[in-house]
């Protein structure tokens, strides 16, 4: 029923089933960058003519909107970034990196391993993985032995795997390591497509958002910083709209969010992430999740009527996305033939080789759902992957 709200769907033909990579866009997002290209096209917080205002106050009132839509306590705690993957950089690389130990999930996507490689750190040598179960489920035990063995350290988790959907506990997570005096920060890139996010609720330290996952527009995204930690480091990059004063001699910079924003920033994108935000709002989580977990279930009974398929984890403790492979095909091959009957789902190791390793795999075939889904894309998704596997077996 809302699929007349996205454009991408009155001209394409496609099954659209990459949600977890990114998600398609309503009519009022695409409307709101149009309208600030084409009426009120100029920088912010720097000129003072009529226009450069107007694009100051729509920016900020992004803010304002995801502020309230997460429930930060301030619009200081928010930063724009590019998205998930800038947000991790950036506290690696400053914050974090004065922390002795690193403690991220098995499930991390690349972006949250790859920046502590970085810094040096490897597997026992300041980076700590805890495990999973057998169902890819966070191994709470384990994770408390690290913490009892590396207090004050910097905890880095995923709260939901954009490989398998898997959704960790944070809330949890959260606590036990607050109970060690460790700090943590959250990858929230799967988070507000699907479930509402209180910070101040969570109590979590750092929460990093990508506005593309979440309706909005690409290249945009968010860090939440709690309040308590705004001066307690430097921004990684410094320059325009930065500073409060600069000489020869020295500069000054201005507080938070301004210092952590160099630059001319995606301003249209902004602009659109906060339209995203409001159109959720006006959908609601509510209809979201019911409609999210029908069509799942559809999903799942259907996938499972399938001859030799292989599932990597349960769908109790997952939201929207289903990974799987067929026994003796690949996956690349099912893909591509899916790609032909107009069929757009996600194979490979989805930025999360590591896990891929421990499970034996190279990859999997990756469904991942939207509210505008239903019952009509997974019976025509079911319709052509019966055909591929009869032209590949």
Not at 7 to 20: H, R, W
Not at 86 to 99: D, M
Request: with cysteine; hydrophobic share 40%.
């Amino acid at each position: 029923m809302f699929k007349k709200d996205f454009p991408f769907f009155a001209n394409s033909q496609t099954v659209y089933l990459d949600n977890g990579a990114t998600t398609q866009k309503p009519k009022s997002v695409i409307n709101s960058q149009i309208e600030y290209y084409e009426k009120y096209c100029a920088n912010t917080h720097r000129s003072s003519f009529g226009d450069a205002n107007k694009a100051t106050t729509k920016y900020e009132e992004s803010r304002k909107i995801l502020k309230e839509f997460i429930n930060a306590s301030s619009k200081e705690e928010i930063i724009f970034t590019k998205g998930v993957t800038e947000s991790i950089n950036f506290i690696a690389s400053s914050y974090a990196k004065k922390f002795k130990t690193v403690i991220i999930s098995s499930l991390e996507h690349h972006s949250n391993i790859v920046p502590w490689h970085m810094q040096g750190r490897t597997l026992g040598a300041g980076l700590e993985v805890v495990n999973c179960d057998e169902n890819l489920g966070f191994d709470f035990a384990h994770f408390e032995e690290l913490l009892k063995n590396n207090p004050k350290s910097f905890v880095s988790v995923t709260h939901i795997s954009n490989a398998f959907g898997i959704i960790h506990d944070i809330r949890r997570i959260i606590e036990l390591a607050h109970k060690y005096e460790s700090v943590v920060l959250i990858d929230g890139a799967q988070s507000l497509t699907h479930t509402h996010i209180d910070v101040q609720v969570l109590d979590v330290d750092f929460f990093a958002i990508s506005g593309h996952k979440s309706f909005g527009p690409t290249g945009v995204g968010a860090l939440y910083i709690k309040e308590k930690y705004l001066e307690e480091f430097d921004p990684y990059q410094t320059g325009g709209a930065t500073i409060d004063k600069v000489d020869y001699a020295g500069s000054t910079l201005l507080p938070s969010p301004y210092k952590f924003e160099a630059g001319t920033q995606n301003i249209a994108g902004v602009i659109g992430f906060g339209e995203a935000l409001k159109f959720i709002s006006h959908v609601g989580y509510a209809n979201i999740k019911t409609i999210e977990k029908d069509v799942y279930q559809y999903l799942d009974l259907k996938l499972s009527e399938l001859p030799n398929i292989i599932f990597y984890n349960k769908i109790e403790n997952s939201i929207a996305s289903r990974s799987f492979n067929f026994k003796n095909i690949s996956h690349d091959d099912i893909g591509i033939l899916l790609d032909k009957m107009n069929i757009a789902v996600r194979v490979g190791h989805h930025c999360a080789q590591p896990i891929m390793n421990k499970l034996g795999i190279k990859g999997t075939i990756r469904v991942s759902l939207a509210f505008y889904n239903d019952y009509k894309d997974v019976d025509r998704l079911i319709e052509s992957l019966k055909k591929a596997l009869s032209m590949l077996e």
